[in-house]
């Protein structure tokens, strides 16, 4: 019983380490080399023994075979290294694009840092103006196109521009605030990815590619635990959130709302509560919550009988 409790484990444990998924991949890249001779040799075999059991081979012709088959597997054990050595190189040119945007994400963020919090002032921050492609080059390597990370690189990009305008005219201190800004509502962001998250996705595929494993990095809003955590929330909150809405409205008198940083006032004032202070431990845990508040919102334009929502407009109705 212990025997089979432990072999479990040690099964669970390897999985979740990825490692199965590696001697899957290892072994997929060898199989070839082994089944193709292989069902060569059994169709020879196969006709020799069953389609033509009357005729003897002589030793001449076995030999011919034999010469023949070394050869077929020599060629095509060559061609194949060949295939998967160009293809290998395609996939390392593939990993170091990734590397190289990943690299300018990092540097930039650098620099940034220094200017807001260290009185940094350089003339401008630089960076390299290919990212775009270099981000191309991972929707190639993971094999589909992800939008949402895309958007997050261009927002990052932005920032940096916008941070540049502002030093092109030596208004330092506007360009420290515009990356604190940034920062700060990227820590609430219910995009798929944040801007540490879109690092991580780089990590993953910088790395993880190299060791053949494949599954590209799942954002941590699309992970089911949390998926199950923001409709829970957002069905016991709703008419929490939208009372608070209400209020608002009433007490200044107004019928239309348009308040694009409503949801991060939300936020904030739920997460003075015990219950969403378990759910958000860490500074980018605040997403889950504005995720919540957010649903919230969509349950409103849904439901509400007092209020419709579309676009961070609010309407008494």
């Given at each position: 019983m212990?025997?089979?409790?432990?072999?479990?484990?040690?099964?669970?444990?390897?999985?979740?380490?990825?490692?199965?998924?590696?001697?899957?991949?290892?072994?997929?890249?060898?199989l070839?080399?082994?089944?193709?001779?292989?069902?060569?040799?059994?169709?020879?075999?196969?006709?020799t023994?069953?389609?033509?059991?009357?005729?003897?081979?002589?030793?001449?012709e076995?030999?011919?075979?034999y010469g023949?088959?070394?050869?077929?597997?020599g060629a095509?054990?060559?061609?194949?290294?060949?295939?998967?050595?160009n293809?290998?190189?395609?996939?390392?040119?593939?990993?170091?694009?990734?590397?190289?945007?990943?690299?300018?994400?990092?540097?930039?963020?650098?620099?940034?840092?220094?200017?807001s919090?260290?009185?940094?002032?350089?003339?401008?921050?630089?960076?390299?103006?290919?990212?775009?492609?270099?981000?191309y080059?991972?929707?190639?390597?993971?094999k589909?196109?992800?939008?949402?990370?895309?958007?997050?690189?261009?927002?990052?990009?932005?920032?940096?521009?916008?941070?540049?305008?502002?030093m092109?005219?030596?208004?330092?201190?506007?360009?420290?605030?515009?990356?604190?800004?940034?920062?700060?509502?990227?820590?609430?962001?219910?995009?798929?990815?944040?801007?540490?998250?879109?690092?991580?996705?780089?990590?993953?595929?910088?790395?993880?590619?190299?060791y053949?494993?494949?599954?590209?990095?799942?954002?941590?809003?699309?992970?089911?635990?949390?998926?199950?955590?923001?409709?829970?929330?957002?069905?016991?909150?709703?008419?929490?959130?939208?009372?608070?809405?209400w209020?608002?409205?009433?007490?200044?008198?107004?019928?239309?709302?348009?308040?694009p940083?409503?949801?991060?006032?939300?936020?904030?004032?739920?997460?003075?509560?015990?219950?969403?202070?378990?759910?958000?431990?860490?500074?980018?845990?605040?997403?889950?919550?504005?995720?919540?508040?957010?649903?919230?919102?969509?349950?409103?334009g849904?439901?509400?009988?007092?209020?419709?929502?579309?676009?961070?407009?609010?309407?008494?109705?």
């Amino acid at each position: 019983m212990n025997f089979t409790i432990a072999f479990i484990a040690i099964i669970m444990m390897y999985k979740r380490l990825g490692i199965f998924s590696y001697l899957k991949y290892t072994i997929g890249q060898y199989l070839p080399m082994v089944l193709i001779p292989g069902i060569a040799l059994l169709i020879f075999c196969v006709i020799t023994l069953y389609y033509e059991p009357e005729t003897k081979l002589t030793k001449s012709e076995l030999i011919s075979f034999y010469g023949s088959f070394l050869a077929f597997v020599g060629a095509f054990c060559l061609g194949y290294f060949i295939y998967k050595r160009n293809e290998k190189n395609r996939f390392d040119e593939k990993i170091a694009k990734c590397k190289l945007l990943l690299n300018v994400l990092e540097t930039t963020d650098q620099v940034m840092l220094r200017v807001s919090r260290y009185h940094f002032k350089p003339a401008f921050i630089n960076y390299d103006p290919n990212w775009i492609n270099y981000y191309y080059e991972y929707e190639a390597l993971v094999k589909r196109a992800d939008i949402d990370l895309k958007h997050t690189l261009s927002l990052h990009f932005n920032t940096v521009d916008k941070m540049n305008v502002a030093m092109a005219d030596k208004d330092y201190e506007l360009a420290g605030r515009i990356f604190e800004d940034y920062v700060w509502r990227e820590n609430y962001s219910v995009k798929r990815y944040n801007s540490l998250e879109a690092k991580m996705c780089l990590i993953s595929a910088s790395h993880m590619y190299e060791y053949g494993y494949r599954k590209a990095r799942m954002s941590w809003l699309d992970d089911p635990k949390v998926k199950k955590t923001v409709a829970e929330y957002s069905k016991a909150y709703y008419p929490i959130v939208e009372t608070y809405i209400w209020n608002i409205m009433m007490k200044k008198n107004i019928r239309f709302m348009d308040n694009p940083d409503l949801d991060i006032e939300i936020t904030d004032w739920l997460l003075k509560n015990d219950e969403f202070k378990k759910i958000a431990k860490f500074p980018d845990d605040k997403r889950i919550v504005c995720k919540i508040v957010h649903e919230c919102f969509l349950m409103i334009g849904r439901k509400s009988e007092r209020l419709s929502y579309c676009w961070s407009e609010f309407t008494v109705k």
